[in-house]
């Protein structure tokens, strides 16, 4: 089965700097998924990623697919406390029956202000 | 915009109680998904369907039931519940790839969540 391995586990960062989050898959990457969560709540779909190279932007947030499409990396400049929240990745995992997410265990992210 | 509701934000239950969690999506997606969230160990999917009265077994279905009556809701069954089942709880929707507007999209669409505690 597919294993993602999310790095690092927890960051703190102050206001302002950049901060980069890895997803390491064990297997090829067919789609990969990035959310975010606020404590408590429920999965934000941030970008997908498809193909390898694959670079995508929204605000300050960038994610890329490296061209193996083993691993993936999201990148935010300047961060503001707003980008607090667990960080998960997901990958396309296909079954018989239906398409599968395998999610990673996620990055928790606090900003100093 | 797609809406995942999801019956209750907060549960307190006792051990040995039958609890149903309820998930309802507004988008008429085919796929609907569990999940149990735990410190540590990341989203772990308990159940899955992609089609009214169909169901497959995640990772970890043990001491978990599901049913899908009708396209829109998905409820998740603990018949005994035990203080291990204490955990957050994620519902999710998506559609099937290449059909809609999502092109080869896997998205998953998920409620606010369900934070259960078994006493």
Known sequence: SQELEQSPQSLIVQEGKNLTINCTSSKTLYGLYWYKQKYGEGLIFLMMLQKGGEEKSHEKITAKLDEKKQQSSLHITASQPSHAGIYLCGADTFTGGGNKLTFGTGTQLKVEL | ?119
């Open chain 2, 1 to 119: 915009d797609v809406k995942v509701t999801q019956s209750s934000r907060y549960l307190v239950k006792r051990t040995g109680e039958k609890v149903f969690l309820e998930c309802v999506q507004d988008m008429d997606h085919e796929n609907m998904f569990w999940y149990r969230q735990d410190p540590g160990l990341g989203l772990r999917l308990i159940y899955f369907s992609y089609d009214v009265k169909m169901k497959e077994k995640g990772d970890i279905p043990e001491g978990y039931s599901v049913s899908r009556e009708k396209k829109e809701r998905f409820s998740l069954i603990l018949e005994s519940a035990s203080t291990n089942q204490t955990s957050m709880y994620l519902c999710a929707s998506s559609l099937v790839p290449g059909t809609g507007t999502q092109s080869s999209y896997n998205e998953q669409f998920f409620g606010p969540g369900t934070r259960l505690t078994v006493l």
